[in-house]
């Protein structure tokens, strides 16, 4: 099973950047992925979760508003759009999958539930 992140860069405050999380070996639309970050000196922290079909999605309140979690199963894809980027936004960025089936509306924010994480991808705001 892997996952894979990509996306990350260097941007101007203000600007945006979309991650892109693949995967192989599982089954992916009965797992939920989530978005994870952490930041130098910091916790990982919960970004965002889509649940298996897409219908459920949530957000931190540092980025409600300003990102979207979205995912294309038949391409075996979980995209995060952040637009309006803040130099606080700066981290690896980790993509996580967690198993949902038969749960359709099940989409954790809490580390612990996840299973399989991707290497993370650096995204850094300058200001």
């Known amino acids: 099973v892997q996952l894979q992140a990509s996306g990350g860069g260097l941007v101007q405050a203000g600007g945006s950047l979309r991650l892109s999380c693949s995967y192989s070996g599982f089954t992916f639309d009965d797992y939920v992925v989530g978005w994870f970050r952490r930041a130098p000196g910091k916790e990982r922290e919960f970004v965002a979760v889509?649940?298996?079909?897409?219908?459920?999605?949530s957000y931190s309140d540092s980025v409600k508003g300003r990102f979207t979690i979205s995912r294309d199963n038949t391409n075996a894809a979980v995209y995060l759009q952040m637009n309006n980027l803040k130099p606080e936004d700066t981290a690896v960025y980790y993509c996580a999958a967690a198993s949902a089936h038969p749960r359709t509306f099940y989409a954790p924010v809490q580390s612990t539930s996840y299973v399989y994480w991707g290497q993370g991808t650096q995204v850094t705001v300058s200001s």
């Open positions: 889509i649940s298996r079909r897409g219908g459920v999605t």
